[in-house]
T-cell receptor, first 116, second 112 residues
Framework: DTGVSQDPRHKITKRGQNVTFRCDPI?????LYWYRQTLGQGPEFLTY????????KSRLLSDRFSAERPKGSFSTLEIQRTEQGDSAMYLC??????????????FGEGSRLTVL | GNSVTQMEGPVTLSEEAFLTINCTYT??????LFWYVQYPGEGLQLLLK?????DKGSNKGFEATYRKETTSFHLEKGSVQVSDSAVYFC???????????FGQGTTLQVKP
């Protein structure tokens, strides 16, 4: 199965450290999205890419957060100087461009971040 | 702005009971509406969708009808199974950004 894969699945870090998550989308999916989900809440949009271009960033994405998608394939989400409030599940999703107008996204299983 | 509101959970039902999970939305224009489901230990997956008013989405025995007049998209199933236990998310998509806006999720527990 070549679904969306995320790595690592779990990350425990100390406050102030930097962390990086990786997402490998479904092959040939043009669009890639990052969401954040906290306990008891629905996923919140962070940012998305169309190929290598980052087209939109949420106001939730402070300057400590940066995302890249070099070459339009995998993506990384880096959080610098982590804070306890960053503890959450970080979800990646992808979609082919033809589905982009219908909102059908394919999600990975997420990367859980715990900041101590 | 655009938003989605779901009924609070958890919803606990016995097997074969009738299920309704309420969802209402606020949006400008004509959004598409979705139900996503998250089974324990798995990623979010699309359950069903409706792209215009009065459309009915259906899948795996679940149904939801896009009601523009009441801005609602309630999820229903006539007879739930233990395997339906999961968290259900209502979502809307507006515009061409592919940005889904989710409700807070409703946990369904089905007991044998």
């Amino acid at each position: 199965d070549t679904g969306v894969s995320q790595d690592p699945r779990h990350k425990i870090t100390k406050r102030g450290q930097n962390v990086t998550f990786r997402c490998d989308p479904i092959s040939e999916h043009n669009r890639l999205y990052w969401y954040r989900q906290t306990l008891g809440q629905g996923p919140e949009f962070l940012t998305y890419f169309q190929n290598e271009a980052q087209l939109e960033k949420s106001r939730l994405l402070s300057d400590r957060f940066s995302a890249e998608r070099p070459k339009g394939s995998f993506s990384t989400l880096e959080i610098q100087r982590t804070e306890q409030g960053d503890s959450a599940m970080y979800l990646c999703a992808s979609s082919p461009l033809r589905e982009a107008t219908t909102g059908e996204l394919f999600f990975g299983e997420g990367s859980r971040l715990t900041v101590l | 702005g655009n938003s989605v509101t779901q009924m609070e959970g958890p919803v606990t039902l016995s097997e074969e009971a009738f299920l309704t999970i309420n969802c209402t939305y606020t949006a400008t224009g004509y959004p598409s509406l979705f139900w996503y489901v998250q089974y324990p230990g798995e990623g979010l997956q699309l359950l069903l969708k409706a792209t215009k008013a009065d459309d009915k989405g259906s899948n795996k025995g679940f149904e939801a009808t896009y009601r523009k007049e009441t801005t609602s998209f309630h999820l229903e199933k006539g007879s739930v199974q233990v395997s339906d236990s999961a968290v259900y998310f209502c979502a809307l998509y507006s515009g061409n950004t592919g940005k889904l806006i989710f409700g807070q999720g409703t946990t369904l527990q089905v007991k044998p």
